[in-house]
């Protein structure tokens, strides 16, 4: 696949100068129209001014960007350890060298993405929807296709072009919205039309209005058009990590069967996701406009796949569903005399819920997420206590039993002499206890270990249940 990999980055950086190009003119246009014939060049130094810094910015901070506008938070082991290892089993089947860091985002609708760098600096953020709706296969399948994403070098430039599309829309809008605010303009052209020039200015101005229109189009075009093809390499290198075509297809299936509309998301971020996280009912984007290709045919395709889960497997499923259409993969690709076989599916151990049961659980999820301190009464009484809770004692509200609260005291890892610890598990529920060196430890329902880590003094602690 290193073919795929390399056309990928030269269409990634024909894309990303094309952005370039494309702002720089439009910061051409936009210079003459506010400061006459003599500001087509200093509008079109600011411009390129403006895309080197985003550049520079994309590059070394745009996925902290992207998390942070997805108000996404890191999640450590003891807080879902099932996805954790789901996300180590395809870290190890791609075979990376570093582990990606793991985000959840605090919304119902299910999606996820992953951003990036580099294959040692990159990170996958899942809904809090997502977790709660998928079964183990589902949930393998959505990480294998954005662990697809990094191996195939597809989230540095897609964080790349979306910056720069943000930075065309950006400067388009502003020009739009300065012409039709400020009366400055129209004097400027009165002027000029009284001193001879007046019919060449009023073209100019057509012109500028119309590419201020037009350029955020075409790019955005470009850019889902890259977004649409990358999405099904994506879906192929999917199942050959997980050699299950059927646990992405029912997840892409239960994604879209959902109406709720990501709130986090934006026009810009959206191709970045599995699915279109923009849903509405009555308005979907077609054709070149589409963020994605449609998802009954993605679940068509990885259904077709009934011999194997090679690369020419999908390719001859895609040829099937999209007739006429040329080959997405590449010839050394499709001419691995490699067979992988389909396997069988995992039996998740979680046992079924009702929705109540569920968006119990995800609330209390995103409250281990959010520093929740989760206690447990003599009289059986889960509490949960807010991380701004600074009293020692909690009061039970049914029995009125003064419950410790273990708020966190930590202290340095070299002053703390590291010795086994042992903490009894009361209930099969969220739990927090307090780590000898003062760490505040969460143990979630899905844990089935025997011990933890402390992050702060790495000391391994035994979990046993009470029963």
């Known amino acids: 696949m ?9 269409k990634s950086w024909i894309l990303f100068i094309s952005m370039g190009f494309c702002l720089s003119l439009l910061g051409y246009v936009i210079g003459r129209v506010w400061f006459g014939p003599d500001g087509g060049l200093a509008g079109t130094l600011l411009a390129l001014c403006l895309w080197f810094g985003l550049a520079l910015l994309s590059y ?5 960007i992207l998390l942070l506008s997805s108000h996404a938070k890191e999640i450590t082991y003891d807080i879902h350890p099932q996805l954790f290892n789901i996300v180590e089993e395809m870290k190890i089947a791609a075979n990376l060298s570093s582990m990606p860091r793991i985000y959840m985002i605090d919304d119902p609708s299910p999606n996820a993405f992953a951003t990036g760098r580099s294959l040692e600096k990159s990170s996958i953020a899942v809904t809090a929807g997502l977790i709660s709706r998928l ?3 589902e949930l393998q399948g959505v990480i294998a296709h954005e662990m697809s994403h990094i191996i195939n070098r597809d989230v540095l430039y897609m964080t790349f072009a979306g910056v720069m599309l943000g930075s065309i829309v950006m400067l388009s809008q502003v020009f739009l919205r300065s012409m039709w605010y400020s009366s400055g303009s129209s004097r400027r052209y009165r002027a000029s039309s009284s001193k001879g020039g007046g019919q060449a200015q009023l073209i100019i101005l057509i012109v500028t209005i119309a590419f201020a229109i037009l350029a955020p189009i075409l790019a955005r075009i470009f850019y889902f058009a890259l977004s649409r093809k990358r999405e099904y390499l994506a879906d192929a290198s999917a199942v050959r990590l997980t050699r299950y075509p059927e646990g992405l297809a029912c997840a892409l299936s239960k994604i879209s069967g959902s109406n709720t509309e990501l709130r986090v998301a934006n026009k810009i971020t959206a191709p970045m996701y599995i699915t279109n996280p923009l849903k509405r009912k009555k308005i979907k984007a077609v054709g070149l406009f589409s963020t994605h290709p449609p998802i009954e045919e993605r679940v068509r395709i990885l259904r077709d796949m009934m011999g194997g889960v090679n690369y020419s497997d999908y390719q001859k499923s895609f040829s099937k569903a999209k007739s006429g259409t040329p080959a997405i993969m590449p010839a050394s690709a499709l001419d691995d005399p490699a067979f992988i076989s389909i396997r069988k599916p995992i039996k998740d151990s979680v046992k079924a819920q009702t929705k109540k049961q569920k968006a119990r659980d ?21 509490i949960k206590v807010p991380p701004n809770f600074k009293k020692p004692k909690v009061s ?28 009894i598990r ?15 430890l969460q143990v979630s329902p899905r844990f089935g270990g025997s ?16 029963n």
């Open 60 to 64: 070394f901070k745009g996925d902290s």
């Open 396 to 423: 039970c509200p049914r029995c009125k039993r003064q419950i410790d609260v273990p708020l966190t005291d930590l202290k340095t890892a070299a002053s703390v002499d590291i010795k086994p610890q042992v903490y």
């Open 362 to 382: 995800i609330g209390d999820l995103m409250r281990a997420l959010n520093k929740y301190i989760f206690l447990v009464c003599l009289c059986g009484l889960k």
């Open 135 to 137: 079964n183990r296969d």
């Open 451 to 466: 011990r933890i880590t402390c992050y702060a003094c790495k000391r391994k602690i035994e979990i046993k249940s009470s």
């Open 426 to 440: 009361k209930t099969k529920s969220w739990e927090t206890f307090k780590c000898s060196c003062g760490k505040l």
């Open 2 to 10: 290193w073919e795929l990999i390399k056309e990928n980055e030269r």
